[in-house]
Each structure stands twice: as structure tokens, then as C-alpha cells.
């Protein structure tokens, strides 16, 4: 039988806090510790070592000692790009696209390979990315609000309101059963109503474990929304269970 999640990140911790302990172990030497096949514990390292928290040489494993937040950084990055690329396999050819100003949404743009689609967005950085020669890239118009560069206000509304997608993806700062999708700023809160609304196909939410279980300060859209939400393995088991409760798929990606 496949081992749960939470099953998975609990063997994980184990095998960080062994390599704390220590300087350096052998793959035998933590298969033993943890009772785990060395198959098992290789798999380990290999996600562990993906998200930057240990490196392996010569059949050993050692911790990363991390210094500030950058390393940190590189981790989220890493987990954010898995999630970006899975919710891109659900964008087909000719597809019309809404993308908000989630960063990880806008991850997703980057893994449509050679799709011809047409992409709308309230996110100005989207010109800045390579897109197929052939697909059409509309921004909504608006205020420009710095740093997140998002097109927000009475143009970018009226532009979203004429317009509707085949998909959407979604990014955001909260996801939680109380109060659904949230975002810190009122004014991206109104343009992701809108970009839900005006969507005739999947609604897909993209948010990695520090988002799940956590509320900002406005309500884009309700959990009931939401079609998939993609995620990573380290995200809340209790809370992925009561949000497929609520008839969302989810889709845990793991590194």
C-alpha cells in the first residue's frame, strides 16, 4: 500500500533529525534507524535534496546548514514551480486563460510549452515571459499597483466583466474552510471574484503548504469555487480533507 502524506512527511522529519544529530550517515545506516527499505529512504533524499534541505555524496547524506531566508526561498521556489507546472497540464490548445497576480500562477505560463492560447491577465509581468508566437496575451488595463506590478481598479474590472475564460488559475495568500480564497488587497480581491465568475470551465487554485489552512484579510471566492487545487505534500492532511470534503479535487505534487 502507498504510504499517506502525512505518513510520508512524518518519515522525512525522522530522517532530518537524524542528520542533525549527526554529521554525515550512510543510506544503510538511516534505513536502519527508520526501519525503512534503503529504496524508501533514497526516494527521501532525493525530494530532500530537491528543496535544497540535504545533499548527498558517495552514499552518504548530510544536512544543509541554512543561513537566512534566502536558502529558505530557494526551497518555496522549488515546491512552487512542481505546483506551477501540474496546474499547466490542465490548459489545452485554443484555450482562453485568465491568470491573476499570484506568483504561482503566473509559474504556470511558464510550462504551457508550445500551446497557442490566449492569456488574460491583471499581472503586468506576464509580457515580460516568452510566449508561443502564436497565442495572444491581453492585459486588462488599470492602475498599476507596485511592488506585485497588478492592474487593479474600474478598467480592469470593466475589462474582466466583457471577457470569459475556458480557465482560470488561481494564486493566493489563504485558503481555509472558514473563509475561502483570500488575499491581503481589496483591490485584487474584486478582480479574482470577477476572473471566477467570468469562468466557464475549471477554477484551478494553486497554493503551497504555507497557504492551506491560513485566511487573509478579503474574500475572493469560496471553497465551492474551486474544481482543483493543487498543492505539495506538506501541505495540512486535516485540512486537504476537509476541503475535498467540499467537493474540490486535490492534487498534491510531490518533489
Known amino acids: 500500500m502507498k504510504s499517506s502524506h ?3 512527511k512524518e518519515r522525512r522529519d525522522a530522517l532530518l533529525d537524524l542528520l542533525h544529530k549527526h554529521t554525515s550517515l550512510q543510506v544503510k545506516e538511516i534505513s536502519q534507524s527508520l526501519d525503512v527499505s534503503e529504496i524508501t529512504v533514497r526516494r527521501d533524499l532525493t525530494a530532500l535534496e530537491k528543496m535544497g534541505l540535504v545533499k548527498r555524496a558517495h552514499g552518504k547524506a548530510e544536512i544543509v546548514n541554512k543561513i537566512g531566508t534566502e536558502d529558505h526561498n530557494e526551497e518555496i521556489e522549488i515546491l512552487k514551480n512542481a505546483i506551477a507546472k501540474k496546474a499547466a497540464e490542465f490548459v489545452a490548445e485554443g484555450n482562453t486563460l ?3 497576480t499570484g506568483s ?3 509559474s504556470s ?3 504551457l510549452e508550445d500551446k497557442r492560447v490566449t492569456i488574460v491577465s491583471n499581472n503586468v509581468k506576464v509580457a515580460n515571459l516568452d510566449h508561443n508566437p502564436n497565442s495572444t496575451v491581453i492585459l486588462s488595463g488599470g492602475e498599476i499597483r507596485f511592488p506585485k506590478e497588478a492592474l487593479v481598479g474600474d478598467i480592469a474590472i470593466e475589462s474582466f466583466s466583457k471577457m470569459s475564460s475556458d480557465i482560470s488559475i488561481i494564486g493566493c495568500s489563504g485558503l481555509s474552510i472558514e473563509n475561502g480564497i483570500t488575499t491581503p488587497v481589496l483591490h485584487e480581491a474584486k478582480i479574482n471574484s470577477l476572473i471566477i465568475e467570468r469562468t466557464n470551465g475549471l477554477v484551478i487554485v494553486v497554493a503551497d503548504y504555507r497557504k492551506i489552512g491560513v485566511s487573509s484579510n478579503f474574500t475572493s471566492g469560496h471553497i465551492k469555487d474551486i474544481n482543483y487545487l493543487i498543492t505539495d505534500t506538506f501541505a495540512s492532511p486535516a ?3 476537509e476541503i475535498e470534503k467540499q467537493g474540490v479535487q486535490v492534487i498534491q505534487v510531490e518533489v
Do not use: D, E, G
Open 6 to 8: 502525512t505518513m510520508i
Open 98 to 100: 485568465f491568470i491573476n
Open 239 to 241: 485540512v486537504i480533507r
Open 109 to 111: 505560463l511558464k510550462h
Open 104 to 106: 504561482t500562477a503566473l
